[in-house]
């Protein structure tokens, strides 16, 4: 995929009906519920449709992608669960072995072309090729808004931990039997299970909403698959990478950094394990680790500062692309951020290049946490 030719998808509003609240879901019957109006909208656009993941697919996209896939074909949508960069983390990879999840890959912007409509779980803004004209049947989500999202539904909860508690609602409410019993109805309920529990760091953020969603399926839960996702093998390659963070990383107070040089693709989640795993240095309360992938800055950080938002200072240090989307993102205690290289990602001097994208990388951080302490 070309990401010079990227754009946010935002379908025609002339089309699309007013937009619900995003305080929260209504919990009425009928069409009147959330999962009803998602049903509704996703009745109205005819063909084959596809549920996108932005960005490395992780337990919360994958979980609620599937089950997005479900609900359309309850009311006889086919969907495609698709995604753009590898499923790079190792239990990522063992989540859609054991469960057989059904994923293709886009990789071109042809790839679009049989779709007639999309949707966005676990994100409320994408880029995808300038030729995919698709309208945006829906958008759930409970990271913060980036602009205004724009789609026949949305549903963007900031205060639950995961978007799997919202698709958990959705398949509970739905008035056809999405969990009915049998082989597709347990290995759902341990995805949406797995996908909660990844994003609230095993409950330790869940909110109220998370622990009811996960009771609600829990008897469904295949324990023993939730066990063995659990008791993942970090791979070799991953540890050399958390190698390389603690060899290179600068301390600032109580925040630490780290550039950790080129990274695979299929590696790439090892930076923000690096980051989970600096984190935890005596002293510290932010982490901040970063590399080079396929000719982008790939980022992340980790906090236990409640008064950091990673949005907000993610977006604040790197800004905005000229899209109108910012390079960085997040939640609470993490965030990621993505900048392009662009014809700079051709340097036939790799080692060079690196030396300039970490110091100029360096230099934003330290700027920025200066900034940051001054405002504190």
């Known amino acids: 995929?070309?990401?010079?030719?990227?754009?946010?998808?935002?379908?025609?509003?002339s089309s699309s009906p007013h937009l619900p609240d995003l305080r929260g879901p209504r919990r009425v019957d009928g069409a009147e519920s959330r999962v009803g109006q998602l049903l509704e909208a996703l009745r109205k656009h005819e063909g084959r449709h596809v549920v996108v993941i932005r960005g490395y697919p992780d337990p919360d996209?994958?979980?609620?992608?599937?089950?997005h896939q479900r609900l359309a074909a309850s009311v006889g949508i086919e969907c495609d669960i698709a995604h753009l960069p590898l499923v790079s983390r190792a239990e990522n990879r063992a989540m859609v072995n054991l469960l057989d999840l059904?994923?293709?890959?886009?990789?071109?912007?042809?790839?679009?072309?049989?779709?007639?409509?999309?949707?966005?779980?676990?994100?409320?803004?994408?880029?995808?090729?300038?030729?995919?004209?698709l309208p945006c049947v829906s958008i759930v989500d409970h990271h913060a808004?980036?602009?205004?999202?724009?789609?026949?539904?949305?549903d963007i909860r900031l205060g639950v931990g995961a978007a799997s508690t919202i698709y958990t609602e959705y398949v509970i409410e739905a008035p056809t039997r999405v969990l009915e019993s049998g082989a597709i109805?347990?290995?759902?309920?341990?995805?949406?299970?797995?996908?909660?529990?990844?994003d609230t760091d095993d409950l330790?953020?869940?909110?109220?909403?998370?622990?009811?969603?996960?009771?609600?399926?829990?008897?469904?839960?295949d324990t023993d698959v939730l066990s063995a996702l659990s008791r993942y093998a970090i791979p070799s390659s991953s540890m050399r990478i958390m190698r390389r963070a603690l060899e290179a990383m600068q301390v600032e107070g109580m925040w630490v950094f780290?550039?950790?040089?080129?990274?695979?693709?299929?590696?790439?989640?090892?930076?923000?394990?690096?980051?989970d795993f600096l984190?935890?240095?005596?002293?510290?309360?932010?982490?901040?680790?970063f590399g080079l992938v396929e000719g982008w800055i790939d980022g992340s950080l980790r906090t236990t500062d409640a008064s950091l938002d990673p949005a907000t200072w993610l977006r604040d240090a790197f800004g905005i692309g000229p899209l109108g989307m910012p390079y960085g993102g997040g939640r609470r205690g993490k965030g990621g951020f993505q900048i392009p290289l662009g014809p700079l990602a051709a340097c036939p001097n790799q080692d060079a290049l690196w030396q300039v994208v970490r110091e100029m990388v360096e230099d934003t951080i330290r700027k920025r946490i200066g900034t940051s302490d001054e405002a504190g």
Not at 61 to 67: F, H, N, Q
Not at 204 to 220: F, G, K, P, T, W
Not at 262 to 267: E, F, P, W
């Open 61 to 67: 996209s994958l979980a609620s992608a599937w089950a």
């Open 279 to 289: 984190l935890r240095r005596e002293g510290i309360k932010t982490a901040i680790t």
């Open 1 to 13: 995929m070309n990401h010079q030719e990227a754009l946010r998808i935002e379908p025609d509003r």
């Open 258 to 275: 780290a550039g950790v040089g080129q990274v695979r693709s299929q590696d790439r989640d090892a930076i923000g394990q690096a980051a």
């Open 204 to 221: 330790l953020h869940a909110s109220a909403d998370d622990l009811r969603a996960l009771a609600s399926i829990i008897e469904l839960v």
């Open 102 to 133: 059904p994923l293709v890959r886009v990789t071109a912007a042809e790839d679009l072309d049989r779709y007639a409509a999309l949707s966005l779980v676990d994100t409320n803004a994408i880029e995808l090729p300038s030729s995919a004209g």
């Open 185 to 198: 109805a347990t290995r759902l309920a341990t995805a949406l299970a797995y996908g909660i529990r990844s």
């Open 145 to 154: 808004i980036q602009g205004k999202p724009i789609a026949d539904f949305v």
